[in-house]
């Protein structure tokens, strides 16, 4: 190795020097060596010769030593690029010249030189990317030979080996060829890149990868990864966890107003992101990332804060004592109560995007009942459990029947008897209304047939949120529904059968607004419509006419006497959460 001396000159020295003294020369124990073995040594290493051994050892391992062999293999290509931070730190030397460290931030004007900059790719605040637009007409140039060139040679495709992160290559993407860098092989057909001119990952085809041409590569990436610099006395960035979906899309709108032009103050470059500060590029004194910063702390509120904390602290100490010092006999006297029934049912699940749903009640045209392929095989099995343990379920006691509480229906039939799940709606001196907690359909019983055991307590086995979803027609807020109306749905929409449901992205609970159609990819709507004006039913009449008993007759055929409209969706259906009691106890408690 250089540097060293020849290992036999080192043996010949050795030979000549004893290294253990005699006993007759023997030092004692506190004198230094005698200076005749010291000018021996010196002699010695004056004789030896510098080894002219020049070679390098290399650990046949990792990305650098991958890049150089590829490097060696094939010199026409481009394996790595020259390093970004010579752009950044170009800028930023010449910005920095003579002031602090970091820019500040949060300030109106920027305090030190600006560069006009594009954005070419921006999601959040916390994760954009800035080019120089002086960088533009280069970009622009380099992009057109690129495609100039791949389009009209067949480079060869990698192979699988050849592929591993840290790479330069070139990747088509959006129908043009794009500088590139491989983050990720995963050893098939896919490869994560980071397209360096723009900023932007793209996972594409690995056949789609071809070398980077020399010529090509001696531009570093014109792309620069960034992030907002935040409060250094509060906050080191723009932090993520504040960042909203309504800051986020404010920020893109931002961008896009702005044209992504902007002006670019560097703040910090020791490491990447490089934290910057964004400026408009026409306003002075407008700040682009104001709004995404948390407010400022006022030293009195953080003054109380920790007050609070330290009462907060004190009152836990002082309970973990009292708590030591407590009996352990009396663990068993604390033990919460059981609470073994259900009193209310938790709130309808929303359906998600569109699906295929099965119509189990179409109650009118605010509230279609819909079962998925779950519900139904959910609502098979439950019921079939409450079938099994019915004789074991408890009737209610006395006046324990109220509005909104959970219990099991009895329906007895001439075939089958079936046990539903149901909740009670409504309730007087003689009869009680019950809605189908898994079905949507309502009926009315005696008082008197319900505490002598048709209806009875639900115990915690059978606490599972309802399972169907409740949707509604986009028109049908518009105008009161009708049994005509109704009617014509049911016809169409009749129960057990099959639809396809897009629900509508809207805030708001139950019923969802969503679209309707068949099979055929019909409007259910559509139709209803057309049904109307063959059956001349007018539903709804905005019009003033004189009075005719043919044009209206048919708003009023066949309707049952108790017959009543639901116009506003039923309470626990929209907003009820599950909760526990025992019917049994005199005070009868619940617990959510």
Known sequence: ?????????????????????????????????????????????????????????????????????????????????????????????????????DAPSKCANASRPVFYAKIPYEFSPYDFSVRPKSLDKACRQLQEQMCAFYDSHDLPVFKKDELFSGMACVIRSGGVWRRAKILEYYNGLDVLTDVVDYGTENLGDASKVRPLMKEFGRLPPLALRCRMKGNMKYIADVCIND????????????????????????ANVSCIPYRVNLYHPTIEGRNLGLMFYP?????????????????RMAQMENRSNAEEDEDYQSDFEDEPEEFPHVRHLERLEKPI?????????????????????????????????????????????????????????????????????????????????????????????????????????LTKQFADTPFMYVCRFPSAMEHHPHFSETAILRRILPDGSTVNVHCERTKGGPPYKAEFTNDE????????????????????????????????????FNV?????????????????????????????????
Request: charge should be negative.
């Open 295 to 311: 407010r400022e702390v006022h030293p009195a509120h953080e003054a109380a804060r920790e007050r609070r904390w330290q009462t």
């Open 1 to 101: 190795m250089a540097g060293f001396a020849k290992v036999s000159v080192w043996d010949e020295h050795c030979d000549k020097c004893d290294p253990l003294p005699s006993s007759s020369n023997k030092c004692d124990a506190d004198s230094f060596p005698s200076s005749s073995s010291n000018n021996a040594l010196l002699e010695g290493s004056e004789q030896m010769a510098l080894s002219d051994c020049r070679e390098m050892v290399m650990v046949e391992t990792g990305t650098e030593w991958r890049l150089r062999k590829m490097s060696d293999m094939y010199p026409q290509y481009c394996w790595k690029y020259a390093d970004s931070s010579v752009l950044i730190y170009y800028h930023f030397n010449m910005a920095a010249n003579g002031v602090e460290t």
């Open 353 to 457: 995007g569109s699906s295929r749903l099965y119509v189990c009640h179409v109650e009118n045209s605010r509230f279609i009942y819909l079962h998925s392929e779950y519900h139904s095989q959910a609502v098979e099995y439950m019921e079939k459990q409450l079938n099994d343990k019915w004789s074991t379920l408890s009737p209610f006691p006395r006046e324990m029947i109220s509005p909104h509480t959970a219990c099991a229906y009895l329906e007895r039939d001439r075939l089958k008897n079936h046990v539903y799940r149901v909740i009670v709606s409504k309730i007087t001196e003689a009869e009680v209304e019950i809605r189908a907690a898994d079905h949507g359909w309502k009926k009315i019983l005696p008082v008197e047939c319900c505490y002598n055991g048709s209806l009875r307590i």
């Open 560 to 592: 049952p006497v108790d017959y009543r409209e639901e116009l506003e969706i039923f309470t626990p259906f929209a907003r009820g959460r599950l909760q526990f009691t025992n019917f049994f106890l005199p005070s009868n408690r619940s617990i959510s």
């Open 243 to 266: 960042l909203t979906a309504a800051k986020v899309a404010a920020f893109q709108t931002l961008l896009a107003d702005c044209e992504r032009l902007v002006r670019v103050e560097l």
């Open 521 to 556: 990819g019909q409007n259910i709507w559509d139709i209803v419509e057309k049904i109307k004006e063959e059956e001349h039913v007018v539903h709804p009449c905005f019009d003033v006419v004189p009075y005719c008993c043919e044009q209206v007759g048919a708003l009023s």
